[in-house]
């Protein structure tokens, strides 16, 4: 039996031998390999970021960690490197790169006219999606770049093609110079990667905006699901490629913080846990990114601080921008504090060099060195799956690791050698000797002073004769000291020496127009390390954070109070009308009581003698708080909704609350006939984008009819409609689509779902309702017939401005307007305009609202209802229902708002002055029982910008006094969005 088991093992051992065979020829030498242990002893090891051995060995074989503990005992084949002093770490990972794979370059223009179908057939119907790529195929092993990384400590890097919406799949790539692609690749199909970017080289025009790329990628899984059930005949390799690589790990370029929340979304909505790339903003909206659960992908690129020494130049900044450059190196400490897990990438650094000294500016904002060491090793290792290899020196695991002179969190560490799967790639000499100190040099007679400072792996030199300073050259590179120089009567010195390991003298030659002759250089004074002046001094300041993280922003999210007004003028917008010297209390964000002489009890009471009390102003057409507005890639984009553009950061929220507006509808643009899904907002600034956007929100679309949509001043002559004809031809053939597709649904048989043909099928059963974009009165009457003959009804038309010559049959068909004062002829289509509009259409019974559709107007919105007093004769109280419950109607939250009755929102305005009056300011504006806005806090507010501008100029001015990099200051605006934004 015991012979048996002998013979086994050896039948296993010879097996093993021959499985690891090379079976690949040499042909430049004598073939041979080495399988001895290299032993790095008494060496303290990082085994992983939280398991240390102060004075341990490092036993590696073959390109694989055999053993790190204390008290090893090493095979007699072992190489021993003595490593005492000296620290071991795993070497780093980014888990975001694009090293060796490089984004292919555009061919061809793009025309004049936009390219709207795709190029490629048997792959998706869209060219920016691209999941059949695989990185792999096109990677070339980047030596001078892999050097740069080697430098920093990073050992391993996960790179793809960062083109497309759809990317394809990353390799998994060792830095092994020594190696060749079959040693270096780890992984030939890492990751699936996805981005809200179209391609660079692709010129496709869908989509045009973020919306369009959110509500394309929405498709794509919903059609990869629909192939993958067999459903579809032909062969789409992308769609092929998507479901094979589902199990990968998904990572997901963000970029920012909104942009995370948004990438979680669509990964929710398809069982789908991203890694998100993230922007380095993710500090400003901590509890939504937690509650992603998504592990982040932290670029270490903080902005380097603004010239502001010019004055006019430092006005260029933004205090937002101040406050990033303030802020931005503490985002991975309070990232670590709330429990967010995170790897550090190089991606967006613009040098590879700086990476270290980012690393440390945020150690030095207080994260902790073991959150910092297990962002680069464990934590990547964990996102690719690759514990078991990467990451750490445990047995079995690849031998990557880096050798420093001590902690590699300080500055003044150096980084010997970074080991790649046991390869040795030399970084800095160990024994290099330290030549920094001050010596005389006696050459030809005469005395020159030299002062070498700088970094021991790096030194620089100072030659003087007498006091004056000489223009010179030096060189110290494996302890040879090459130096050259002009003396003051224009002789030349080149000087050359082989440095000892104890530098207190040195000698060498020097060559002189005269010939070659010794000198000697005697050292007086040691060198000594100046108390840096940035380490005895404390961390930079850090600003508070506000809520949204800009001038204006609340230092704590407003909440509800209970609040009595008393004595007010009340304008409640209902039968009741304008109420004198009453009372309104709230409580519980509702509207509780309205009469007289009401009882305060817990109640903040607010004196409103003399002041007039109104519901918030809603407005029905707005195009603030958007990132994007228009999806123009396709003449229907009803698959695109404006909740996914929110920017809930915008300052144009704050100015509409100072103008008591509360709620709003944002809507899509027109581009095109049919356009994207609208947002229903309360401006509650200081919240996330979701809390913005109304519960159990009425769902609504922008229709648009006129010049935009047949793109009369496009230049663009390939996408269809040309003409208002065509317009028509769009609706009838959308929602006869639509109804089939109704059918289809009804049957019971499988079918593919589409977000575009979902959106209209609402309109056809009445769940959704059109805000329609309309000028001609020809038009106008052409859009409810169509809605007519597919027997739904058009809600609003928007703009309307020849609606009193159509208003009889407006009112017959029951669709409401919302249009503007006295807007007129600002393009051909609008010459007809007249003021008397609004008060025409009401007269026939239209339910009619007065909308902004601008960024400044937003704020006057009180004065443009005004306006219909004087045009129109209209009384005070209807005029002023046109910016509360008549737009609160034709948005269906009049349940909701719009008017002051008991058990509505409490969404008031508190005006100093009649409202309509153009000396009236809002003073509080209220939504849910929370203020908003209040105008002595906003005087409050401008006083604190301005102190706070002041402080981090200081700031900034005192890191350019240190010598620290500074960038220009560029002015930066956001552009004011409208109608027909692209």
């Known amino acids: ?247 990968l790990v998904q990572i997901f370029e963000g970029g920012n913080k909104s942009n995370i929340v948004r990438a979680d979304k669509i990964g929710d909505a398809f069982g789908i846990q991203y890694t998100i790339l993230g922007g380095g903003d993710e500090y400003e909206m901590v509890s939504a990114i937690k509650a992603t659960n998504a592990k982040l992908i932290l670029p270490l690129n903080f902005p380097d601080a603004y010239d502001v020494s010019d004055p006019f130049s430092e006005s260029k900044v933004s205090l937002s921008d101040m406050r990033y450059w303030n802020q931005a190196p503490s985002n991975p400490k309070i990232l670590a504090d709330n429990g967010i897990s995170f790897s550090f990438t190089l991606n967006d650094l613009k040098e590879t060099k700086t990476f270290k000294a980012k690393l440390i500016e945020a150690v030095d904002r207080g994260l902790s060195k073991t959150k910092a060491l297990e962002a680069l090793t464990t934590i990547p290792a964990q996102i690719l799956g690759q514990t078991n290899r990467i990451g750490a020196l445990q047995k079995g695991m690849e031998a990557n690791f880096i050798i420093t002179s001590g902690d590699y969190f300080d500055k003044e560490t150096i980084l010997y050698e970074n080991w790649v799967q046991g390869k040795k790639n030399l970084i800095t000499q160990a024994n290099i000797t330290d030549i920094r100190g001050e010596y005389s040099i006696t050459a030809n007679s005469k005395v020159f002073h030299l002062t070498v400072s700088g970094s021991a792996d790096s030194p620089k030199a100072t ?38 390991s104890n530098p207190t003298s040195f000698s ?103 002041k007039h009390l109104t519901a918030g102003i809603i407005d029905e057409h707005s195009h603030i708080a958007a990132l994007s507005i228009n999806e123009s890639g396709h003449n229907s984009s009803a698959e695109v909704t404006m909740e996914d553009v929110v920017d809930p950061d915008d300052i144009s929220i704050y100015y509409a609350l100072g103008g008591g507006v509360t709620s709003l509808q944002l809507l899509h643009g027109s581009a095109n006939p049919i356009g994207g899904r609208s947002a229903i907002l309360k401006l509650k600034w200081g919240e996330t984008a979701d809390n913005m956007i109304y519960d159990n929100s009425p769902k609504f679309i922008k229709f648009a009819l006129g010049e935009n949509v047949k793109q009369s001043n496009w230049g663009s002559t390939n996408r269809f409609p040309q003409t208002r004809m065509g317009v028509e031809q769009v609706f009838i053939n959308y929602f006869q689509r639509a109804k089939e597709y109704g059918e289809i649904k009804k049957s019971g048989e499988p079918y593919r779902y589409d977000q575009e043909m979902e959106t209209l099928l609402e309109i056809l059963n009445g769940e959704r309702f059109i805000s329609c974009h309309s000028y001609v009165q020809s038009e106008i009457n052409m859009l409810m017939k169509v809605a ?195």
């Open 1 to 247: 039996m015991r012979q048996k088991l002998l013979f086994a093992l050896l039948l296993i051992t010879f097996s093993n031998l021959v499985n690891a065979q090379d079976y690949f020829p040499e042909s430049k030498g004598v073939k041979s390999n080495n399988h001895n242990y290299t032993a790095f002893i008494n060496a303290k090891i990082y085994v992983t970021p939280t398991t240390v051995i102060e004075s341990g060995t490092l036993l590696i074989k073959d390109g694989k960690v055999v053993s790190a503990k204390a008290g090893l005992a090493l095979p007699k084949n072992t190489v021993i490197i003595d490593t005492k002093n000296k620290t071991i770490y795993p070497s780093f990972i980014d888990v975001y790169s694009d090293f060796g794979v490089a984004i292919p370059s555009r061919t061809g223009g793009r025309g004049r006219s936009a390219q709207y179908d795709a190029t490629r057939d048997g792959f998706y119907w869209n060219d920016h999606i691209m999941p059949e790529t695989d990185a792999v195929e096109t990677f070339h092993f980047d030596n001078k770049k892999a050097k740069e990384l080697l430098t920093v400590g990073f050992g391993v890097v996960n790179t793809h093609l960062q083109d497309g919406i759809a990317r394809g799949t990353g390799v998994l790539v060792a830095l092994n110079e020594n190696g060749t692609n079959a040693d270096r690749i780890l992984n030939d199909r890492s990751a699936q990667y996805f981005s809200f970017k179209k391609s660079s080289v692709k010129s496709q025009s869908y989509p045009t905006s973020l919306m369009g790329a959110t509500a394309l990628l929405r498709q794509f899984y919903h059609d990869a699901d629909w192939y993958a059930k067999g459903n579809i005949n032909n062969i789409d390799r992308s769609l092929e490629a998507l479901n094979n690589n589902k199990n």
């Open 463 to 500: 030659i003087k004769q007498d006091s004056t300073t000489l223009k010179s050259k030096f060189n110290f590179e494996n302890n040879w000291l090459t130096m050259s120089f002009s003396d003051a009567s224009s002789e030349s010195y080149r000087f050359t020496s082989l440095i000892s």
């Open 508 to 610: 060498g030659k020097v060559v002189t127009a005269d010939g070659t002759t010794p000198f000697n250089a005697k050292q007086t004074a040691a060198f000594t390390v100046k108390e840096n002046q940035d380490e005895s001094e404390e961390p930079t300041a850090f600003t508070p954070i506000t809520y949204p993280n800009l001038g204006y922003g609340n230092e704590t999210l407003p909440k509800q109070e209970t609040l009595l007004f008393k004595n007010a003028t009340v304008w409640t917008s209902e039968d009741q009308g304008i109420l004198t010297n009453t009372d309104v209390l709230i409580k519980d964000g509702k509207i509780a009581k309205i009469g007289k002489d009401l009882s305060s009890g817990k109640a903040k009471v607010i004196d409103a003698t003399g």
């Open 788 to 982: 007519d003959s597919f027997n739904f009804k058009v809600n609003t038309f928007t703009h309307i401005l020849e609606g009193y010559k159509v208003a009889d049959k407006m009112a017959e068909h029951g669709v409401g307007a919302a249009t503007f004062s006295d807007w007129w002829s600002y393009k051909f289509e609008v010459n007809d305009a007249i003021p008397y509009n609004a008060a025409i259409m009401q007269q026939q019974g239209i339910t009619v609202a007065i909308n902004s559709d601008d960024p400044e107007m937003i704020r006057r919105l009180n004065q443009e209802a005004g306006k219909t007093v004087k045009y129109g004769g209209m009384s005070e109280l209807e005029a002023w229902k046109m910016v509360t419950i008549n737009p609160a109607k034709l948005l269906h939250i009049d349940e909701r708002v719009g008017s002051i009755k008991q058990g509505k929102d409490a969404d008031l305005v508190l005006w100093n002055d009649h409202p309509m009056s153009i000396y009236a300011k809002a003073e509080k504006t209220i939504i849910e029982g929370a203020v908003y806005f209040d105008i002595e806090k906003d005087k409050q507010q401008r006083e604190n910008i301005q102190k706070e501008r002041a402080k981090l100029v200081d700031l900034m001015l005192q890191d350019k006094s240190k010598g620290k990099k500074t960038q220009k200051p560029i002015g930066k605006s956001k552009e004011e969005m409208t109608c027909e934004s692209l």
